[in-house]
C-alpha cells in the first residue's frame, strides 16, 4: 500500500462525479458515489455498499480532500471530483443527484 494513500484504506469515501452542462452558464450536474476507500497498487477503489467498486482515476487523484461537510457528501470523510465526459449519461437514485 502506497504510504501517501494509506490514511485512506477504510475510510468513508464520496465520489463526485462532474458534468459541464453549459459552461457559460457555468451549470454541471454532480451524482455521487458512496462506499469506502481501498487502497492497491497505488490506486484508489471506492467500494460502494452493493458491492460495485469504482477505481479513482489517476488525474482525480490531485483532488482528493477532506468532507467539507457539504450535504452531498453525506457522511463522508473523504471525497474527491471526477470530470464526466459530455456523452456520459449520469444516472442513479433521483435523490442523490444535483444539478447547479
Given at each position: ?97 444535483v444539478v447547479y
Amino acid at each position: 500500500m502506497s504510504k501517501s494513500l494509506a490514511y485512506l484504506e477504510g475510510r468513508k469515501f464520496c465520489v463526485v462525479f462532474v458534468k459541464v452542462i453549459d459552461a457559460a452558464s457555468e451549470r454541471v450536474q454532480l451524482r455521487c458515489l458512496h462506499g469506502r476507500a481501498s487502497i492497491e497498487k497505488g490506486r484508489i477503489n471506492v467500494v460502494a455498499p452493493s458491492g460495485n467498486l469504482f477505481t479513482i482515476p489517476g488525474t482525480a487523484m490531485a483532488t482528493v480532500m477532506p468532507s467539507d461537510g457539504t450535504a452531498l457528501l453525506k457522511d463522508a470523510e473523504y471525497f474527491c471530483l471526477v470530470r464526466v465526459d459530455d456523452n456520459i449519461e449520469l444516472v442513479s437514485d433521483p435523490d442523490q443527484g444535483v444539478v447547479y
